[in-house]
């Protein structure tokens, strides 16, 4: 699918969110890209995340880590406007000790040099997707203006197939099957490592899900995710 008229074309052909992801993930895979997200992001943090698809590990590794507090390219989404490569934003010579450790812990687990595309949404929402290979092969950087188009279809077509981004919906937050299952777990009192024994995941993964519901939601700690969640209608005693 080397066209963006093609892609606009099949875009425009499939009738479901999903249907969109495996059409997006195809065309990024041909143009060297294995990685993905597209999320909305808020007070210098990831929102609510679409859509991801990076290596095991590394989602919830961010988390955990909280590598959003130091990555330089989430900071650089809020001030740029336009679509930008991640060496243009974060110049080698221009980070700090903390920032080069980030990058080098993100290749090692395999995300490697990319790119981000603002976009910005209604109601002043400014949402993001950020693409990025898991090598260093070389991708021919004349396609970036097709690939940027192609990411800006998507998200519209995102959009248009919902009507509304997942968490926009009602009390303004929208939690997953997953997230919930979780959450209700937490509420009954489990531990982290019961309720992934009890999910069939590892920890890390209850981990991920927690930090995700309590920057959705703005709680400081999984107590207050619970009686914000209660206080929502999110979950039920």
Known sequence: MRFFEEFVDASMAVSSRDELRGLFSQFLAEEGYENYIMTTVADRRVG????????????????????????????????????????????????????????????????????????????????LVSISQRGPDKVDPKRFPIIYAACTQTWWRFIDLGGEWPDS??????????EAEVL????????????????????????????????????????????MALQLGLIHL
């Open 184 to 227: 209700n777990w937490v509420k009954a009192g489990k531990s982290n490592a019961d309720i992934a024994n009890i999910l069939h995941v590892c920890d890390r993964t209850v981990e991920f899900h927690l930090i995700n519901m309590m920057n959705k939601i703005g709680a400081p700690n999984r107590i207050a995710l619970v009686v």
């Open 48 to 127: 609510s995340v679409a859509w991801h698809e990076f290596p095991q590990g590394y989602t919830e590794t961010y988390f955990s880590e909280k590598w959003q507090l130091i990555d330089p390219v989430l900071a650089a989404s809020f001030s740029c406007r336009r679509p930008f490569h991640w060496s243009d934003a974060a110049p080698p010579e221009q980070l700090s000790v903390a920032e080069r450790n980030f990058f080098e812990a993100c290749r090692e687990i395999g995300v490697h040099s990319g790119a981000s595309i603002p976009l910005f949404g209604p109601a002043s929402r400014r949402d």
């Open 169 to 178: 919906v009602g009390t303004g937050v929208h939690l997953t099957k997953r």
